[in-house]
C-alpha cells in the first residue's frame, strides 16, 4: 500500500450542501415508543428459489479489460473525509498446478499483490492479477471527483469513474445514505438485492463480512451446498479463488463510485498452508486501520460526516486482554460526542439474534465486549451472519434497557446457503448448549439464562422481549442519520417493488437520559 497517488488523476468538482427542513412523519414509529410488542412475520413463499452462484459465463463476471487494463475498481474510505483509497487488479489471475506469481514492476502504481496455495496433493494453486492501493490525499468534503486508474505509461488506464467525499464530521452533517448488506454471495438472488441497493442511490456502502463465497468450492470449480456438510463427511475445505474476480467485477458498477467498507466474515477464513488465514479479504480490500490506529486489517475505525462507525473483528482476539480490545477502549475514549454524535458498530456473527442458525455462537465475545459498547453509548449494532432479517429493542446484557444500542441483523443479502428460517423459541427447536460456539472463535460462554422469562433455560419459549421483528427474507437496509437525534432506518425486501419497505422505524437518540460516563468526557475535553 502507498499515500503517493502516482497513477490515478483526480478532477474535483465542488458540491454545495442544500439545507432542507427535517420533517419526521408521524406514522413512522421511533424507539422512544418502545420496547415494541415482539413481531414475526410468516414466512413469505413466494420468494424462495434463485439460491443458485452466477455461472462464470455470466456476462456481469467476465473480464471484459484487456492487456493491463485495470478492472474490479472499489473505492474506500480513510479514517476522514480527506483520505481515500482506490483500489484495481490487473492482469489475468491463473490457477491450476504450476503458477507463477507477476511482478508487481510490470504495472507502474504502489501495489499489494497475494496467492492462495493448498497443502494437499491435487488441489490446484491460485494467484491474483496485481492488486493495486492508492491513497488520495488531501481532499475536499462532499465534493465530487472524477478519476481513472492504472498506469498511463503502458498506457493502460481505466474508463473515467468518479466518487464522492464523505461530508466533514460534525453534528449536523450527515451522507445522505448509507446502505447495509451482509452476506452477499454471487447468486441470482444477489443480483436483486444490489439491483434494489443501487436503486436507493447510496452514498456509502457497508457489508457485513461474507462476500464471495469462494470457499463453498472446490479448486476445480465445483461449488457446494453449504461449508460445513461439503462434499463428505470430513470434508477438505477448499476455496475457488476466481470466485473472488467475478465477485469483484460483478460490484464493479456499485463499488467504483460509492465507497465499500468491509469487515470479515468467516466465509473469509479460507485456510492455507502454515494455517494462514484471510488472505484474500486482507488483499484485496483497503482498510484504514493504520490511519484509525489499528495494526490489523480485522478492526479499524472511520468517520462519516457525524457518524463514528467502530468495525470490529468477530474472528480475531477480541478478549480483554487482546490487541482489539485494548485498540477499541483507546478508539472509543477518543470519540467526541459533539462533533460525531452517532456512534454505530459492525461485526459479523450477532449477539441477538432469536434464529436457529448461530443461535449464541458469538456469546464470548458478548461477554467480553458489551460493557464496553455500552460504557460508551453505542447507539445502533449491525451484524450478518444469520440469513435474515431481525432488528431489536434496546438491549443490554439481554434486558430491555432505553440506553441500550438497536441491534440489527441483515445476513440477508442473498447468498446460495438460502434463508435462515426456524427460530430457537419455537417447540423442538433449541439447539444444544455444547453445539453452538463456533470452532474457529473458540470458547464456551453460551449458559442457561440465569434470570427473566427464561430463567433456568438455554431459549426462551416465545419470541423474547429484546427481539422487536424479525422476517425471514433477502434485502438490503438504508440509515439516514438526519441530525444529533435522528436517525431513520429502512429495510427492504428483494420481492416487493423498488421503494415499497420491509420494515421502518427511526432510531432516536436520548443523551440527557443516557449521558456517557464522566470519564469518557474527560478524555474527549483533551482532545
Given at each position: 500500500?502507498?499515500?503517493?497517488?502516482?497513477?490515478?488523476?483526480?478532477?474535483?468538482v465542488?458540491?454545495?450542501?442544500?439545507m432542507?427542513?427535517?420533517?419526521?412523519g408521524?406514522?413512522i414509529?421511533?424507539?422512544?415508543d418502545g420496547?415494541?410488542?415482539p413481531?414475526t412475520?410468516?414466512?413469505?413463499?413466494?420468494?424462495?428459489?434463485h439460491?443458485?452462484?452466477?455461472p462464470?459465463?455470466?456476462?456481469r463476471?467476465q473480464?471484459i479489460?484487456?492487456g493491463?487494463?485495470?478492472?474490479?475498481?472499489f473505492?474506500?474510505?480513510?479514517?476522514?473525509h480527506d483520505?481515500?483509497w482506490?483500489?484495481?487488479?490487473t492482469g489475468e489471475?491463473?490457477?491450476?498446478?504450476?503458477?507463477k506469481e507477476?511482478?508487481?514492476?510490470?504495472v507502474?502504481?504502489?501495489?499489494?499483490?497475494?496467492?492462495?496455495?493448498?497443502?494437499?496433493?491435487?488441489?490446484?494453486n491460485?494467484?491474483?492479477?496485481?492488486?493495486?492501493?492508492?491513497?488520495l490525499?488531501?481532499?475536499?468534503?462532499?465534493?465530487?471527483?472524477y478519476?481513472?486508474?492504472?498506469d498511463?505509461s503502458i498506457?493502460?488506464?481505466?474508463d473515467?469513474?468518479y466518487?464522492?467525499?464523505m461530508?466533514?464530521?460534525?453534528?449536523r452533517?450527515y451522507?445522505?445514505?448509507?446502505?447495509?448488506?451482509?452476506?452477499l454471495g454471487?447468486?441470482y438472488?444477489?443480483?436483486?438485492?444490489?439491483?434494489?441497493?443501487?436503486?436507493?442511490?447510496?452514498?456509502?456502502v457497508l457489508?457485513?463480512?461474507?462476500?464471495?463465497?469462494?470457499?463453498?468450492y472446490?479448486?476445480?470449480?465445483?461449488?457446494a451446498?453449504?461449508?460445513?456438510?461439503?462434499f463428505s463427511?470430513?470434508?477438505?475445505?477448499e476455496?475457488?479463488q476466481?470466485r473472488?474476480?467475478y465477485?469483484?467485477?460483478?460490484?464493479?458498477?456499485?463499488v467504483s463510485?460509492v465507497?465499500?467498507?468491509?469487515?470479515?466474515g468467516?466465509h473469509?477464513i479460507?485456510?492455507?498452508?502454515?494455517?494462514?488465514?484471510?488472505?484474500?479479504?486482507?488483499?484485496?480490500?483497503?482498510f484504514?486501520?493504520?490511519?484509525?490506529?489499528?495494526?490489523s486489517?480485522f478492526y479499524?475505525?472511520?468517520n462519516?460526516g457525524?457518524?463514528?462507525?467502530?468495525?470490529?473483528?468477530?474472528?480475531?482476539?477480541?478478549n480483554?486482554?487482546?490487541?482489539?480490545?485494548?485498540?477499541?477502549k483507546k478508539?472509543?475514549?477518543?470519540?467526541?460526542r459533539?462533533?460525531?454524535?452517532?456512534?454505530?458498530?459492525?461485526?459479523?456473527p450477532?449477539w441477538?439474534?432469536?434464529?436457529?442458525?448461530?443461535?449464541?455462537?458469538a456469546e464470548?465475545?458478548?461477554?467480553a465486549v458489551?460493557?464496553?459498547?455500552?460504557?460508551?453509548g453505542?447507539?445502533?449494532v449491525?451484524?450478518?451472519h444469520?440469513?435474515?432479517?431481525?432488528r431489536s429493542?434496546r438491549?443490554y446484557?439481554?434486558?430491555?434497557d432505553?440506553?441500550?444500542?438497536?441491534h440489527?441483523?441483515?445476513?440477508?443479502g442473498?447468498?446460495r446457503?438460502?434463508m435462515?428460517?426456524?427460530?430457537?423459541?419455537e417447540?423442538?427447536?433449541?439447539?444444544k448448549?455444547?453445539?453452538?460456539?463456533?470452532?474457529?472463535m473458540g470458547?464456551?460462554?453460551?449458559f442457561n439464562f440465569?434470570s427473566?422469562?427464561a430463567?433456568?433455560?438455554?431459549?426462551w419459549d416465545r419470541?423474547?422481549?429484546?427481539?422487536a421483528y424479525?422476517?425471514?427474507?433477502?434485502?438490503?437496509?438504508?440509515?439516514?442519520?438526519k441530525?444529533?437525534t435522528?436517525?431513520?432506518?429502512i429495510?427492504?425486501?428483494?420481492q416487493?417493488?423498488?421503494?415499497?419497505?420491509?420494515?421502518?422505524?427511526y432510531i432516536?437518540r436520548q443523551p440527557?437520559?443516557c449521558?456517557?460516563?464522566?470519564?469518557v468526557i474527560?478524555v474527549?475535553?483533551?482532545?
Open positions: 500500500m502507498g499515500t503517493v497517488p502516482v497513477s490515478v488523476f483526480i478532477v474535483a465542488f458540491v454545495s450542501v442544500v432542507r427542513r427535517l420533517s419526521f408521524a406514522a414509529p421511533s424507539t422512544v420496547p415494541f410488542k413481531v412475520v410468516p414466512l413469505d413463499k413466494s420468494f424462495r428459489g439460491a443458485v452462484d452466477l462464470d459465463n455470466d456476462p463476471v473480464r479489460v484487456t493491463w487494463e485495470p478492472e474490479q475498481i473505492v474506500s474510505l480513510s479514517s476522514t483520505y481515500v482506490i483500489s484495481w487488479i489471475f491463473q490457477i491450476g498446478e504450476n503458477i507477476m511482478d508487481p514492476k510490470t507502474g502504481s504502489v501495489v499489494k499483490y497475494g496467492s492462495q496455495l493448498y497443502p494437499f496433493k491435487g488441489l490446484q491460485y494467484t491474483s492479477g496485481i492488486i493495486h492501493h492508492v491513497r490525499t488531501g481532499l475536499k468534503p462532499n465534493t465530487l471527483y478519476y481513472q486508474c492504472g498511463p498506457p493502460a488506464m481505466s473515467v469513474h466518487f464522492r467525499t461530508p466533514a464530521s460534525g453534528p452533517s451522507p445522505g445514505r448509507i446502505a447495509i448488506i451482509g452476506d454471487l447468486t438472488n444477489t443480483t436483486s438485492t444490489i439491483d434494489h441497493l443501487m436503486s436507493n442511490h447510496p452514498n456509502l457489508l457485513i463480512g461474507d462476500a464471495s463465497y469462494a470457499n463453498l472446490l479448486t476445480n470449480g465445483t461449488g451446498d453449504c461449508y460445513s456438510c461439503a463427511d470430513t470434508p477438505i475445505h476455496t475457488y476466481p473472488w474476480d465477485w469483484g467485477r460483478f460490484m464493479q458498477p456499485l463510485k465507497p465499500l467498507m468491509m469487515i470479515e468467516n473469509e479460507e485456510e492455507q498452508i502454515e494455517k494462514k488465514t484471510f488472505a484474500a479479504y486482507s488483499a484485496r480490500f483497503a484504514p486501520s493504520e490511519e484509525s490506529g489499528s495494526s486489517t479499524y475505525s472511520f462519516a457525524g457518524i463514528h462507525f467502530v468495525m470490529l473483528g468477530g474472528y480475531a482476539d477480541y480483554k486482554s487482546g490487541d482489539q480490545y485494548q485498540w477499541l478508539d472509543l475514549a477518543k470519540v467526541d459533539k462533533v460525531t454524535s452517532w456512534l454505530v458498530a459492525t461485526w459479523h450477532p441477538y439474534s432469536t434464529y436457529t442458525a448461530h443461535y449464541r455462537e464470548c465475545m458478548r461477554v458489551e460493557d464496553l459498547l455500552y460504557k460508551y453505542v447507539d445502533i449491525f451484524n450478518g444469520v440469513h435474515a432479517y431481525e429493542n438491549v446484557n439481554y434486558n430491555l432505553p440506553c441500550g444500542p438497536v440489527i441483523t441483515i445476513g440477508d442473498g447468498n446457503e438460502k435462515a428460517i426456524t427460530h430457537a423459541d417447540p423442538g427447536n433449541c439447539p448448549p455444547s453445539t453452538t460456539p463456533d470452532k474457529f470458547g464456551f460462554c453460551a440465569t427473566g422469562p430463567s433456568g433455560k438455554f431459549c419470541q423474547p422481549d429484546y427481539s424479525r422476517e425471514s427474507s433477502f434485502g438490503h437496509g438504508i440509515l439516514k442519520v441530525n444529533e435522528h436517525a431513520l432506518w429495510w427492504y425486501r428483494n416487493d417493488a423498488y421503494g415499497t419497505t420491509g420494515d421502518v422505524v432516536v440527557d437520559r449521558p456517557v460516563e464522566p470519564d474527560k474527549n475535553s483533551k482532545a
